[in-house]
């Protein structure tokens, strides 16, 4: 992890530049010197938005955030993933805890234990998640980490003979929330929410190519015998999950973090269940993969 400090200059001079440091050759940023729980004017956002997409993560540390506070910082991202059933919201929809915390024998919280598999939130979904963001509540001693790839450099560092075997095919993403959040399912079984994306997405933004198929939720490659599917996906899961393009955040209480689910995976290291783990997320919509 590199602790040098760099002042990221933006055409208007170093008074009005924002303070970030890279959280590691792969990607990610931590923006230094920003308080979250005041509100962020338009010319600041604009450089956390302009750091986001440059670094793919963007973490702010030592956060005192009311859920209110951090609504209002996603919300300028765009319009946020509200609950229909209001499982594990709190009082305000857009909230969702992320605990294995039981309070009388009840989970509080969703994905609430132990390792998870790489995946980009709601890929099984026409419109996946643009961003997640969690803020850290309560967090275990050892491990719970959360992992983060670098999608791009995924696609990037292919062969250009496996470029062509994607080229202009589409993959199943489908989640099945009764299977454990370590394996990844084959068949879509009925009930099951699923959809097919492009391979290769395209950044609306960065408009950089980035590799979308993940270990846990990509069931098949559409047009593909089975044997090949699986054969070439396991390739694609190994190559993107290369430890040189993954970032590993360990959390500290009062983290606040926030990838981009279109150019990058994220996934999770084990815990004890003796733990506590407490996170607080919000989810911010996003577009059709292109
Ligand atoms: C999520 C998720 C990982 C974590 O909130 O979508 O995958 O570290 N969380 O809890
Ligand atoms: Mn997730």
């Not at 909230?95 to 998870?116: H, Y």
């Not at 068949?187 to 609306?204: N, W």
């Not at 899961?237 to 926030?258: G, K, S, T």
Request: with cysteine.
């Amino acid at each position: 992890m590199s602790t040098a400090q760099s002042i990221a200059l933006d055409g208007e001079g170093a008074i009005n530049a924002l303070q970030t440091r890279s959280l590691s050759p792969a990607l990610g940023a931590e923006i230094i010197g920003v308080d979250l729980s005041q509100p962020v004017s338009d010319s600041l956002f604009a450089k956390i938005q302009k750091c986001w997409h440059d670094n793919i993560v963007v973490l702010f540390r030592d956060q005192h955030l009311s859920e209110t506070d951090q609504v209002r910082f996603a919300e300028r991202f765009g319009q946020l993933a509200l609950s229909h059933t209001r499982r594990y919201t709190t009082a305000n929809p857009a909230v969702m805890l992320i605990s294995n915390i039981r309070e009388n024998g009840k989970q509080i919280g969703a994905l609430p234990d132990g390792e998870m598999q790489f995946h980009s939130d709601q890929c099984y979904q026409e419109k996946p998640a643009m961003a997640s963001m969690l803020y850290a509540i309560e967090v275990p001693n050892v491990g719970g980490d959360t992992l983060f790839a670098n999608a791009y450099a995924a696609y990037e560092t292919l062969s250009d003979d496996i470029k062509r075997r994607l080229d202009g095919r589409k993959a199943m993403h489908a989640y099945d929330y009764d299977s454990a959040s370590m394996k990844r399912g084959t068949k879509i079984k009925e009930g099951v929410p699923h959809f097919a994306h492009p391979l290769v997405r395209t950044h609306p933004a960065t408009g950089r190519k980035a590799l979308y198929v993940n270990r846990l939720m990509t069931i098949a490659i559409e047009g593909l015998p089975e044997e090949e599917s699986d054969a070439l996906l396991n390739l694609l899961f190994a190559h993107q999950e290369n430890p040189a393009f993954v970032y590993e955040h360990i959390w500290r209480v009062h983290d606040l973090l926030m990838w981009d689910n279109r150019c990058a995976l994220h996934a999770r290291t084990d815990f004890s269940d003796d733990e506590r783990r407490l996170m607080r997320r919000v989810t911010v919509l996003g577009e059709r993969p292109m």
